[in-house]
């Protein structure tokens, strides 16, 4: 009998609930999927920790009115490239508790977690909801089962309420490891070792998965 099974592919990659091109380079990482057993270890990184908890308007960011235009043409044709309908992004919230929420989710295994790591993301994203709202966020771990106990847990973390100029210890690895390779966006996947940097076709997260089952 033939051998069917998926070779693993271990894949790193920075990211945060709130960029949005981390949410379609994760839908992008999926399609691996077809040929591979992911293992993903998401490494949460906070990009935007001076955002109040209650979100403010995306025109307080520091980019100027005609770059963030550009860059949300370029969003959108990629959403349309994966058949993804964005609403008008106006305002950015605060990502922390999700964060804290979906890492110490790890700890429930796969199957619970990637769930709602993707409702995370489609529920900011798609859904337009502020998951920087504790109330939001509790209904999303209700709906893809996680515990009470690992919910208050997380955001019982020391600096899961801020300030903004403290890293909760729970993600600070991420961050650390974020700036020993010099990763200067989000998202940013590590394939083996190869370091790719914003949202990268589907043809190169192929032949960069490719590369590395090869050299084992």
Known sequence: MLNSKKPELKISVISDYICPFCFIGHKRLNSLRNDYELK???CFVEIHPETPV????????????????????HLHRLADDEGITLPTQTIVTNSRKA???????KSLGSKIFNPLNDRIFEAYFVDGQNIGDESIL????????IPEYIIEKAWQEPYANGPEDKTPKLLLPYLQYAGSINASSVPTIIINNQK???VVEKSVLKNAARLMIEST
């Open 138 to 145: 509790r209904n999303i771990a209700n709906e893809c089962h």
């Open 99 to 105: 964060l804290l929420l979906a890492e110490k989710s």
């Open 196 to 198: 790719l940097s914003g």
């Open 40 to 42: 993903i270890q998401w």
């Open 54 to 73: 209650m979100g403010q308007p995306v025109a307080m960011l520091d980019y100027s009115s005609d770059y963030w235009d550009t860059l949300m043409i």
